[in-house]
């Protein structure tokens, strides 16, 4: 806690933490409900597909967005649901289940489809170094908690019956629709031209949505009693009872992808709010979409790629996950495997300064060391200002290429001595705490000393290499890379290595 307490105090107001809010459609300081405490909910995934790049885009923006709270010293309870029953086909909540579908088409049960893709989903955030959230809840397992808050919207006055289940009449909500900053004659146009709502008999408005779906005859799994009759949750109903239930009725920060505004996020912000009488979040934070290679992400473009087609294609995950870092995640990125193979080049690049870092043997006292200091300090203040002013993450890279630039230019003068290096490998090392990008394990991989048969290898090929046997070299240089994953660089100063 004390060190939290002197990051913000080394904070001027220029600097304070600033977020972009959908709902006022401005960045605003951000003040947590509780004082160091920050309550965030983000939409997860519903269980039934493995996830594209395009959603991973945005849960590597949300892990960043957390990690820049948490650096700014508070501590972050963070929620991210898994939904397993009630994501109907059409978001506008109408059609079937889709992992209901799911589950018919492959003759497996809804649980075995559901805890298939939720690990696959958890691998995929593990490799891109996204930290778990605090808790993963499922709907299916907090069927209480939902009834019990959709009682308190049907004893509001909220609820209606219609041919396949309980709705929520949103003319009955005033401010219905705020969030996505259009008038309810725009957003009613918006979603007639959407085409995707189907006539459900005994709906009264067309931005109705369903929060207790009726049971078919025929269907078993995932299907409850309540008040209203045998069924199961509508998709909106589930993120709201869950934040509420582990973050309280008002709490800080809700997050999700841009396409969550108009329908999912406008429909819990009215149920949220119709059944508590008071607000419900106070920072909506949304995530842009990823093109790919120009284009939206489309089956009949076959351009929809996920996390293992990445690392089926030999990529290291983190440099996927740099590249997601290039764009502000307000703005649409555009993907393409050339933007991927350069972000390779910049990982290793950082990579291999931080371990050649660690190389420097110069012990010299350097007269203007302090001025050097001074100048990687103010880069990393340009850093965190950056991050702090709504995530601006391409400049805040551009502050730490400078850092490296910096550094690099003066090793190449023969200035940098060990102590200078050792300062910038710090600074480096909290950038990380933000960017996730493993720095740690390459600021220290020189420092374990290598094993006996690995030396004895590097050595060989180096001896192999002066004395012009190239084959030799290049079969050694092969052996370490397949056998102990060292990448060998030759550099002017000699021969250097790294894990990729
Ligand atoms: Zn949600």
Redesign the pocket.
């Known amino acids: 806690m004390q060190k939290a307490f002197i990051r913000l105090f080394e904070l001027d107001s220029d600097t304070m933490l600033k977020l972009y809010n959908t709902l006022i459609r401005k960045k605003m300081p951000f003040k947590p409900i509780h004082d160091k405490l920050v309550g965030l909910y983000t939409?997860g995934i519903t269980a039934y597909y493995s996830p594209h790049i395009g959603n991973m885009r945005t849960y590597i923006n949300e892990d960043v967005i957390r990690r820049v709270i948490q650096r700014n010293g508070y501590s972050v309870t963070h929620i991210q649901?898994v939904t397993d029953v009630g994501h109907l086909v059409s978001d506008a909540d109408t059609g079937e289940d889709k992992l209901r579908l799911a589950a018919e088409k492959e003759h497996r049960t809804m649980r075995s489809i559901a805890d298939f893709y939720t690990k696959m989903f958890t691998d995929d955030m593990e490799s891109l170094n996204i930290l778990m959230p605090s808790l993963m809840p499922k709907p299916s397992e907090h069927i209480p908690e939902i009834i019990s808050l959709i009682k308190r919207i049907d004893e509001k006055g909220f609820l209606y019956k219609a041919e396949d289940g309980m709705y929520f009449d949103t003319a009955k909500f005033k401010s219905y629709g705020e969030l996505t900053g259009m008038t309810l004659k725009e957003l009613l146009d918006n979603l007639k031209a959407g085409a995707r709502v189907d006539v459900v008999k005994g709906k009264k408005n067309i931005t109705d949505f369903v929060v207790w779906r009726f049971a078919h005859g025929d269907e078993k799994e995932m299907i409850w009693d309540s008040p209203w009759g045998r069924g199961f949750p509508g998709w909106h109903i589930e993120?709201s009872a869950l934040s509420m239930k582990y973050l309280g009725e008002h709490f800080d920060i809700h997050t999700?992808g841009v396409d969550?505004i108009a329908i999912?996020h406008t429909n819990?912000i009215a149920q949220s709010e119709a059944a508590t009488g008071q607000k419900f979040v106070n920072y909506w934070m949304h995530m842009n979409f990823l093109v790919v290679e120009g284009q939206k992400m489309s089956k009949s473009l076959r351009n929809i790629f996920t996390v293992q087609d990445i690392l089926g294609r030999g990529y290291n995950p983190l440099a996927f996950r740099l590249f997601m870092m290039s764009g502000h995640y307000r703005q649409i990125l555009n993907f393409t495997f050339e933007g991927l193979d350069n972000a390779v080049k910049t990982l290793n690049g950082m990579y291999s300064f931080l371990e050649r870092l660690g190389e420097v043997k110069n012990t010299a006292k350097n007269l203007d060391t302090n001025d050097f200091k001074k100048a990687i300090t103010t880069h990393k203040k340009l850093f965190f200002k950056a991050l702090n002013d709504d995530i601006n993450t391409p400049q805040s890279l551009a502050e730490m290429h400078a850092v490296i630039s910096e550094t690099n230019s003066r090793k190449e003068s023969g200035k940098l001595n060990k102590a200078e290096a050792r300062f910038v490998a710090k600074v480096m090392l909290t950038f990380d705490e933000v960017l996730g990008l493993n720095f740690a394990e390459h600021v220290s991989a020189k420092k374990e000393p290598l094993a006996a048969e690995i030396k004895k290898l590097v050595d060989e090929r180096e001896t192999a290499r002066k004395s012009k046997d190239f084959k030799k070299a290049d079969e050694i240089r092969k052996l370490l890379g397949e056998k102990y994953h060292i990448v060998l660089e030759d550099t002017k100063d000699g021969v250097v290595w790294h894990k990729p």
Request: aromatic share 0%.
């Open positions: 939409c649901n993120c999700g969550h999912h819990e």
